[in-house]
């Protein structure tokens, strides 16, 4: 049985210990280890899963709309994420998607944008996809030039996103996309782009360590209605960010889900693997190993549920979620690996879950802002407040 002693910290109300009681025996019910080979199928399999558990609505903002609450409950985000990854990577993988697929219009969208796409996303009947990486723009999101030129009634697009979660399989994309001549996050627009549409095509299926449908798209004079646009022309660039806010915490908190079954699998690994005449665990080497990684899985779980409980109080959390997810995805490559080497040589042979859970990790402290981006938003935040803080004389460093 899992361990969900965390559960009554300060950070959670009775919604929460509920919400994640009830998920975890779903989970275990519904989550099977082995999934089908079609890692497509297999997710759009989950998706209709999660839909019908109820879980999608939480990724959802507006009970009007489909979702759980007006606005999206990041600790439940988080609660969800971390069960989910716990028990299966692609069903984390989902779930998340249809958040951050769909973050923009619960957040920008029109009341009719949000009837339209909404309530299916919430109840899994619709597969969401958010487009704004390109080959040449990353981590540094004003470099990208995707155009989007209006055309009497519509916008024309042009160019291409790479590293598209969902692409394939995804019903619609929100896409960011620059008017002509505009500069760095300036004249970026936001646009909901419906699979199928002419001059939408996807270019090429792109194979990642942990399978997850992932594509580059290309605009090929693609055509959009400007009705299609969220919020205001040129605040794509505020919609994108407001969006991966949402959601960055719960990056962390998947993290957190991998790291707490790595160490699970770790110390029953430790307890039963008998060598030398006693089991690996009697070792104090095994167990300083153990000890460090229940430290950092601990330290991940403060900063994720603390980061995910400011911003439900309404908080503007740029700094704190940035440690959170820094700390929750890098001491997690750390708790995983400690695992696979506990494990031995079944650790790294395939079908074993710290395998498995070797693969999932890596990109997570790449995708939604890497890691050295999370430390220039805290250097940047932290110094930021220190200057405003410490204008008057007589403070820190005129000496003793
Ligand atoms: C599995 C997966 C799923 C993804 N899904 C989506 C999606 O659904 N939608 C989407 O739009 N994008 C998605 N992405 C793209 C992802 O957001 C980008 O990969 C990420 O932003 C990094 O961009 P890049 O790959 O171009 O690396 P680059 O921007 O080229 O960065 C390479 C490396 O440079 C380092 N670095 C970056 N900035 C700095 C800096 N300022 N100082 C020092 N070092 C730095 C980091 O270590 C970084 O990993 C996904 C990526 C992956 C791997």
Same mark, same amino acid.
């Given at each position: 049985m899992r #361990?969900? /002693?965390?559960?009554?910290?300060? %950070? %959670?109300?009775?919604?929460?210990?509920?919400?994640?009681?009830?998920?975890?025996?779903?989970?275990?019910?519904?989550l099977t280890a082995h999934l089908e080979p079609d890692t497509d199928q297999a997710c759009?399999?989950?998706?209709?899963?999660?839909?019908?558990?109820g879980w999608t609505r939480y990724a959802v903002g507006g009970p009007a709309y489909g979702g759980m609450r007006e606005q999206i409950d990041t600790r439940a985000v988080c609660l969800i994420r971390e069960a989910l990854a716990y028990h299966q990577g692609l069903a984390d993988f989902a779930f998340a998607m249809q958040g951050l697929g769909s973050g923009a219009?619960?957040?920008? *969208?029109? @009341?009719?944008?949000?009837? &339209?796409?909404?309530?299916?996303?919430? &109840?899994?009947?619709s597969i969401a996809a958010f487009a704004l990486s390109e080959p040449e723009a990353g981590s540094d999101v004003g470099a990208l030039c995707t155009e989007a030129r209006a055309e009497g009634q519509n916008y024309i697009l042009n160019g291409q996103k790479t590293w598209i979660s969902?692409?394939?399989?995804?019903?619609?994309?929100?896409? %960011?996309?620059?008017?002509? *001549?505009?500069? *760095?996050?300036?004249?970026?627009?936001?646009? =909901?782009? $419906?699979?199928?549409?002419? *001059?939408?095509?996807?270019? $090429?299926? !792109?194979e990642? !360590?942990?399978?997850? @449908?992932? /594509?580059?798209? &290309?605009?090929?004079?693609? &055509? =959009?209605?400007?009705?299609?646009?969220?919020? $205001?022309?040129?605040?794509?660039?505020?919609?994108?960010?407001?969006?991966? #806010?949402? %959601?960055r915490t719960s990056v962390a908190a998947a993290a957190l889900g991998f790291a707490r079954r790595a160490l699970?699998?770790?110390?029953?690994?430790?307890?039963t693997r008998a060598l030398f005449g006693q089991t690996l665990a009697d070792f104090q080497l095994t167990?300083?190993?153990?000890?460090?990684?229940?430290?950092?899985?601990?330290?991940?779980?403060?900063?994720?549920?603390? /980061?995910?409980?400011?911003? #439900?109080?309404?908080?503007? =959390?740029?700094?704190?979620?940035?440690? /959170?997810?820094?700390?929750?995805? $890098?001491?997690?490559?750390?708790?995983?690996?400690?695992?696979?080497q506990l494990w031995g040589g079944l650790g790294v042979t395939r079908g074993q879950v710290v395998e498995s859970l070797y693969r999932e990790i890596r990109a997570l402290r790449i995708y939604e802002g890497a890691s050295e981006v999370q430390q220039l938003i805290i250097a940047r935040e932290l110094l930021k407040h220190f200057k405003e803080t410490q204008t008057v004389k007589g403070g820190i460093g005129d000496g003793v």
């Amino acid at each position: 049985m899992r #361990d969900q /002693a965390y559960l009554d910290w300060p %950070f %959670f109300e009775p919604r929460h210990r509920k919400l994640a009681h009830d998920l975890e025996a779903w989970a275990r019910h519904h989550l099977t280890a082995h999934l089908e080979p079609d890692t497509d199928q297999a997710c759009r399999r989950l998706v209709r899963l999660l839909g019908a558990g109820g879980w999608t609505r939480y990724a959802v903002g507006g009970p009007a709309y489909g979702g759980m609450r007006e606005q999206i409950d990041t600790r439940a985000v988080c609660l969800i994420r971390e069960a989910l990854a716990y028990h299966q990577g692609l069903a984390d993988f989902a779930f998340a998607m249809q958040g951050l697929g769909s973050g923009a219009i619960s957040l920008h *969208g029109s @009341p009719e944008q949000k009837a &339209r796409y909404l309530g299916p996303v919430a &109840r899994g009947e619709s597969i969401a996809a958010f487009a704004l990486s390109e080959p040449e723009a990353g981590s540094d999101v004003g470099a990208l030039c995707t155009e989007a030129r209006a055309e009497g009634q519509n916008y024309i697009l042009n160019g291409q996103k790479t590293w598209i979660s969902n692409g394939g399989i995804a019903d619609f994309y929100v896409v %960011f996309a620059r008017a002509p *001549g505009s500069q *760095g996050t300036k004249g970026i627009s936001a646009f =909901v782009v $419906e699979a199928g549409t002419p *001059g939408l095509e996807v270019a $090429e299926r !792109i194979e990642v !360590i942990a399978p997850h @449908p992932l /594509a580059t798209l &290309r605009f090929n004079h693609c &055509r =959009v209605p400007a009705h299609q646009r969220l919020g $205001e022309e040129g605040q794509g660039f505020k919609i994108a960010m407001q969006t991966l #806010d949402i %959601f960055r915490t719960s990056v962390a908190a998947a993290a957190l889900g991998f790291a707490r079954r790595a160490l699970d699998e770790a110390l029953y690994r430790a307890t039963t693997r008998a060598l030398f005449g006693q089991t690996l665990a009697d070792f104090q080497l095994t167990q300083a190993r153990l000890a460090d990684m229940a430290v950092k899985v601990d330290a991940a779980a403060l900063l994720t549920y603390r /980061a995910a409980w400011l911003r #439900d109080q309404g908080q503007r =959390v740029t700094q704190e979620a940035a440690m /959170a997810k820094l700390t929750a995805t $890098e001491y997690a490559q750390q708790v995983v690996d400690g695992a696979v080497q506990l494990w031995g040589g079944l650790g790294v042979t395939r079908g074993q879950v710290v395998e498995s859970l070797y693969r999932e990790i890596r990109a997570l402290r790449i995708y939604e802002g890497a890691s050295e981006v999370q430390q220039l938003i805290i250097a940047r935040e932290l110094l930021k407040h220190f200057k405003e803080t410490q204008t008057v004389k007589g403070g820190i460093g005129d000496g003793v």
